[in-house]
C-alpha cells in the first residue's frame, strides 16, 4: 500500500491507444530524446499501445540504473512477433537474462574475444588490412563498400573460416540482407499483435492472422545469419579440408568430447553474433574515421607524425599501440565523436523498482541514449569538436568507451576486438594515404555532410 503513489517519469502527452507513436521520431532518434529531456529531465517515459519505454539521457542516470542495478535491468525486451514467432528468443543479443543461455554466451563469447584470443586475429587482421588499401588505392570512391569487405572478411573468418571474396560476397550480401529485414520487422508499432497479444490465438487463415504466415516467411529469411554459414562451416569441418575457426575449435572441443545438438545450437548463435555485432559497429566506426580525417587534417598530421615515427616503413601490430598515445586517443575521439551505436541495445526491467523519486514497472523497455551522452558538455567541453587531445596531458575527459559499449551484464563483449581492428586499419592507412575532401568538376573541395543514417544504427535497432 503506498499512500502517496511514486509518479511515473513524466514524458510527452500519449494519445489513448497508439500512445506517442505519431510523436516519434523516424530519424536520428538520439537527437529528438535529447531535446526531449531538456523539457522533462534525464529520465522521461513514452508509450506505444501501451507499452513502456524510459529513456535515460545522462551518464549518472544510465549507469546507477544499467550498471548499478544491473541485476534488474538486464533483460532484453520481447516482441512477441519478433523473438516468439519469427524465432529469434535465444539469439545472443535477444535471450532473456534469466535464461541459463545468457551466461553460457557470455561465456562463450568471451573465450573468443578476450585478449589472448584477439592476437591470435592479429595476421588475419593486418592481411585483411593490406587488402583494404589495395581496394582503396585501385577504386578510392567506394571506400563504404571496401570496409564493409573488410569487417565481413575479418569477422567471418573468424567464425566460420569463411574466405570472402570480392565486394559482392555471397555471404556478406546475405548478411546484410537479413539486417535490413530485421530492422524493418523491429520497427516500433510494426506488429499489432505486440500491442494486443491475445491476437496471437487467431488462426492464421482467420482475417487479422495473416501476420503468422508472413512471421514463418519472415524466418527462413533470416536463418540467411545463422544456420546458412554454420552448416557451411560444419559441412566444410566434416570433410576434413577447412580453416580452423571459432565454429571449428568449439565443434571439436579440446577435452574432446562429442558435442550434443544443444551444444551445436548455442555455438549457432554465437558465432552469427559476432557478425550482427561487430560487422556494422566497426564499418561505422572506420567510415567515421574517414570522415573526421577529412575534415581535420592536422589533427590527420599529428596521427601521421606518430605513425611514421613509431612504425615508420613496416607493418603495424597490436603491441604498437602502447606507445602510440596520440593514436589511441584518437581512437576515442572517433568513437566518441560518432557513436556507432547512439541508442545502444535496449534493457528491459524485471522487477517493478524507484529511482530518483521515478516508479519504473517491470516490464519496462529502457534504452541509454550513448550519444547524449557523449555530447554531456559538463563531461566533453564542446562536444561537436574533434579533438583527441581531450584525453591526454595532466587533466584528461573521460574515456568514452566507459559507456559506447554500454552497460552491465549486457555490455559489449566485442569491445576489445573492435579496438584492435581499428587501430590496425587506421595506421596502416595513415603510414600509407592521406585523406582529404573529394574535389568536384571545378575543382573545388566538396565538404561531406555528417549525417548519422539508420546503416549506423541498424544494431541498435536489431532488438
Ligand atoms: C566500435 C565497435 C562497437 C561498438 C560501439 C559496440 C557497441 C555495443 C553496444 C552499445 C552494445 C549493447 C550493450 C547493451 O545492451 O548495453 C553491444 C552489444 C553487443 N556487441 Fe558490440 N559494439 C562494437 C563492436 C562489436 C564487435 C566487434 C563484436 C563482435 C565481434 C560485438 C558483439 C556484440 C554482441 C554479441 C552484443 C550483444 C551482447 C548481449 O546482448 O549480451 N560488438 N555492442
Not at 522521461?44 to 541485476?71: C, E, H, P, Q, W
Request: proline share 7%; glycine share 6%; net charge neutral.
Amino acid at each position: 500500500y503506498r499512500s502517496t503513489p511514486t509518479p511515473l517519469p513524466p514524458g510527452p502527452k500519449p494519445k489513448f491507444f497508439s500512445g506517442n507513436l505519431h510523436q516519434l521520431p523516424k530519424i536520428e532518434k538520439w537527437k529528438v530524446y535529447r531535446e526531449w529531456s531538456n523539457t522533462y529531465g534525464p529520465i522521461f517515459m513514452y508509450k506505444v499501445f501501451g507499452k513502456k519505454t524510459i529513456i535515460l539521457n545522462t551518464l549518472k542516470t544510465a549507469s546507477d540504473l544499467l550498471d548499478g542495478r544491473s541485476n534488474l535491468y538486464s533483460d532484453r525486451p520481447r516482441s512477441w512477433i519478433y523473438t516468439e514467432y519469427i524465432g529469434r528468443s535465444l539469439s545472443v543479443l535477444n535471450v532473456s537474462s534469466q535464461n541459463p543461455r545468457h551466461k553460457i554466451y557470455r561465456k562463450l563469447m568471451h573465450s573468443g574475444l578476450n585478449a589472448r584470443a584477439i592476437n591470435s586475429y592479429q595476421n588475419l587482421m593486418e592481411q585483411e588490412s593490406q587488402t583494404l588499401a589495395q581496394n582503396l588505392m585501385e577504386f578510392p570512391d567506394d571506400f563504404i563498400n571496401h570496409l564493409r569487405q573488410n569487417a565481413g572478411a575479418i569477422i567471418l573468418k573468424l567464425a566460420y573460416g569463411w574466405t570472402v571474396t570480392g565486394n559482392r560476397d555471397r555471404f556478406v550480401v546475405a548478411m546484410e540482407e537479413a539486417f535490413e529485414l530485421t530492422a524493418e520487422l523491429t520497427r516500433p508499432g510494426k506488429w499489432l499483435v505486440d500491442a494486443i497479444p491475445l491476437l496471437r490465438f487467431i488462426p492464421s487463415w482467420f482475417p487479422g492472422g495473416s501476420f503468422k504466415l508472413r512471421a514463418e516467411e519472415h524466418k527462413r529469411e533470416l536463418l540467411a545469419v545463422d544456420q546458412i554459414p554454420f552448416d557451411w562451416a560444419k559441412k566444410e569441418i566434416n570433410s576434413g579440408n577447412y580453416i580452423p575457426s571459432f565454429t571449428s575449435q568449439h565443434l571439436f572441443p579440446e577435452d574432446g568430447h562429442k558435442v550434443n545438438a544443444e551444444e551445436e545450437d548455442i555455438l549457432k548463435w554465437t558465432s552469427s553474433a559476432l557478425y550482427v555485432g561487430g560487422a556494422d559497429t566497426t564499418v561505422a566506426t572506420m567510415t567515421a574515421f574517414f570522415a573526421a580525417m577529412s575534415l581535420f587534417p592536422s589533427t590527420q598530421e599529428k596521427a601521421r607524425q606518430e605513425v611514421d615515427e613509431i612504425i615508420g616503413i613496416r607493418k603495424p601490430v597490436f603491441a604498437d599501440q602502447a606507445s602510440m598515445p596520440y593514436i589511441s586517443a584518437l581512437i576515442k575521439e572517433v568513437l566518441r565523436w560518432a557513436p556507432s551505436a547512439p541508442l545502444g541495445l535496449p534493457h528491459y526491467v524485471i522487477q517493478d523498482d524507484i529511482y530518483s523519486g521515478h516508479f519504473i514497472p517491470k516490464d519496462t523497455i529502457v534504452f541509454a541514449n550513448i550519444w547524449a551522452i557523449s555530447r554531456q558538455e559538463e563531461i566533453y567541453p564542446n562536444p561537436e569538436e574533434f579533438d583527441p587531445e581531450r584525453y591526454l596531458g595532466p587533466t584528461p575527459q573521460m574515456d568514452p568507451r566507459k559507456f559506447l559499449f554500454g552497460f552491465g551484464r549486457r555490455v559489449c563483449p566485442g569491445a576489445a576486438f573492435a579496438e584492435a581492428s581499428v587501430f590496425i586499419n587506421i595506421t596502416n592507412l595513415l603510414s600509407q594515404f592521406t585523406i582529404s575532401k573529394a574535389i568536384d568538376t571545378n575543382g573545388a573541395e566538396i565538404t561531406p555532410t555528417i549525417e548519422f543514417t539508420s546503416t549506423m544504427t541498424r544494431v541498435a535497432q536489431t532488438m
